[in-house]
Every structure is written in C-alpha cells, then in structure tokens.
C-alpha cells in the first residue's frame, strides 16, 4: 500500500512492506530514502500538530487591510505615485500570504524510536485516504510484531520473551488477557495444569 503527498514542490511518498515503513521525499534539488523497521514504529500514541506562522499571518492581515482601504479610495488615484504604492502593498500582501501558506502545517507526527517522529500531512491527498493509510499501517505493525515476538518457545529462556510480552502489551499490539495467557504458558513451560510431585 502507498500514500502518496504533495505540497507546493514537496512530495512524499510512504510505502508499507513486509517489515518497514519506506519514506521517498524529494523536492526541486534533492531526494532521499528513509526505511524504518516496524518495531521503531508507534502508531498508539498518534500526535496532531496544527502551525501557522503568526508574524506573516499579522503581516498579510495589516498590508491586505492597506491596500484594501487604498484600491477602495477612488481619491487615492488623483495623485501621481498612489497606484503604484497599492501594486506595492497587494505585491506584499501575496508575498507574505504565500509564505503563511508554505510554513503552516496542519500533520500528524506518529512517534518512533530514539524520540524521533514521521510527519504525515492531514487530508492529503485525502481524509479518508489517510485515514485507511494510517489503519493499515498500525494493522501491519501489529501483526508483524505478533508474528516475530508473540510466539512462545520452551526452549529459550523465559526473561527475555516476559520482557517481549510485556512490550507488546504496553504497545497495546496484544491485550492484558492474551498477556496473561501468554505469559501463563511460558511460565509454566507447557505443563498446563498438571501437578509436579510423585504419584503413589
């Protein structure tokens, strides 16, 4: 499955594999690939991030507002310069429009390891695109992390894969009963309910 993301020059493309997440950005003068394994990847604590540039939203406010008052005043045109001063103000008002524009950001950032975050953008190239790309991202790591750490083996010692269950429960990939169950089972090395001792 693939995501595919545009903004302006930026493009981004996800691409979910077998065991990792593969990451394309590229723009006018450069690209790069990023793969991150499914393990360094935590789609349960998932953050919503919105930003906008305050100082260039106030400043294409105060010059729209300018050259709104100055194209609205027919007295304005009467003398020499003042067509030229409202080219001027709707020149930096665009500017700085476009500029708010290029630096807010409305995305979700889904944690990994090392405290590092993938950014995603929102609605792009649609909400339930997204949406579908985000659930089968978290279905996949799930599975994948069921598949190579919740398997239980008697012959390997049991601190480590406790640790592994134990990881996978606060990663919420397994619930407190499958824990528990798991867990019951590694402990007691597939005796069941048996007891230990002698028969007469």
């Not at 995501?3 to 450069?30: C, M, N, P």
């Not at 979700?108 to 579908?132: M, R, W």
């Amino acid at each position: 499955m693939k995501l595919s993301q545009r903004k302006l020059f930026l493009k981004r493309e996800y691409t979910l594999g077998k065991d990792s997440l593969t990451i394309r950005t590229s723009d006018l003068t450069s690209s790069e690939t990023l793969k991150i394994p499914y393990e360094d990847i935590d789609t349960s604590n998932l953050i919503e991030r919105k930003q906008t540039d305050n100082i260039l939203l106030v400043i294409t406010i105060v010059f729209g507002v300018f050259f709104l008052i100055n194209i609205l005043n027919p007295d304005n045109y009467e003398q020499d310069g003042l067509l030229g001063v409202a080219i001027f103000l709707f020149f930096v008002a665009l500017v700085s429009a476009f500029l708010t524009y290029v630096k807010s950001k409305n995305v979700t950032l889904i944690p990994t390891a090392k405290n590092g975050y993938i950014e995603v953008l929102k609605n792009k190239p649609s909400q339930s695109q997204f949406d579908n790309f985000i659930m089968e991202l978290s279905n996949r790591i799930a599975s994948f992390l069921r598949s190579k750490y919740a398997n239980i083996d008697l012959d390997l010692p049991i601190e480590p894969q406790l640790l592994n269950l134990a990881w996978l429960k606060d990663r919420e990939v397994i619930s407190q009963k499958e824990f528990e169950k798991l867990k019951s089972d590694l402990t007691n090395k597939g005796r069941g309910d048996n007891p230990v001792g002698f028969y007469k």
